[in-house]
T-cell receptor
Framework: AQSVAQPEDQVNVAEGNPLTVKCTYSVSGNPYLFWYVQYPNRGLQFLLKYITGDNLVKGSYGFEAEFNKSQTSFHLKKPSALVSDSALYFCAVRDEGGYNKLIFGAGTRLAVHP | ETGVTQSPTHLIKTRGQQVTLRCSSQSGHNTVSWYQQALGQGPQFIFQYYREEENGRGNFPPRFSGLQFPNYSSELNVNALELDDSALYLC????????????FGSGTQLSVL
């Protein structure tokens, strides 16, 4: 069965420093991978996705993610963190059933300190 | 803003009652899915509707049911509420073109006492 793991409950970063939020996945075929962000009292917002092609995917708000097939990872990155990036980040993989069912990780809380 | 609206924003019910949550999809989207997000967890897929028919379901019992209307708005109904049903319920709409790109509403926070 497909699954996604986010090994860190929380990541703390100083403003201006690079950030990485980790995600590993388990699928039987080729993965469709996603990152979503959730701000307080809001629904989830799409950041980026990997389906095929270049292993480095660029997304919204300056975020990018690197797909690594050998390590089954899809880490989210940003070169310079902003305080406004503080939020809950979810990695997800699309279910192999073919419809738009996403399997989400438990989430990682990102705290960017001034 | 995603254009997906959910109502109500908060709801308190007692065990055994029934509840209906509503969702208005983003314009042009013909697919709606519902997710349950328990406190401290990621969203879990409940089911998906495409052109008024359920075409995918997660590991939720039959007391979780839904409807999609001709204007693509949707309802989630939960019968015989249990304490563990307390969660944030998220509706997401999508079009056939955007694989995995879901547009989420802000959710309905359901508390079962």
């Amino acid at each position: 069965a497909q699954s996604v793991a986010q090994p860190e409950d929380q990541v703390n970063v100083a403003e201006g420093n690079p950030l990485t939020v980790k995600c590993t996945y388990s699928v039987s075929g080729n993965p469709y991978l996603f990152w979503y962000v959730q701000y307080p009292n809001r629904g989830l917002q799409f950041l980026l996705k990997y389906i095929t092609g270049d292993n480095l995917v660029k997304g919204s708000y300056g975020f990018e993610a690197e797909f690594n097939k050998s390590q089954t990872s899809f880490h989210l990155k940003k070169p310079s963190a902003l305080v406004s990036d503080s939020a809950l980040y979810f990695c997800a993989v699309r279910d192999e059933g073919g419809y738009n069912k996403l399997i989400f990780g438990a989430g990682t809380r990102l705290a960017v300190h001034p | 803003e995603t254009g997906v609206t959910q109502s109500p924003t908060h709801l308190i019910k007692t065990r055994g009652q029934q509840v209906t949550l509503r969702c208005s999809s983003q314009s042009g989207h013909n697919t709606v899915s519902w997710y349950q997000q328990a406190l401290g967890q990621g969203p879990q897929f409940i089911f998906q509707y495409y052109r008024e028919e359920e075409n995918g379901r997660g590991n939720f019992p039959p007391r979780f049911s839904g409807l999609q209307f001709p204007n693509y708005s949707s309802e989630l109904n939960v019968n015989a509420l249990e304490l563990d049903d307390s969660a944030l319920y998220l509706c997401a709409s999508s079009s056939g073109a955007g694989v995995g790109k879901l547009f989420f509403g802000s959710g309905t926070q359901l508390s079962v006492l």
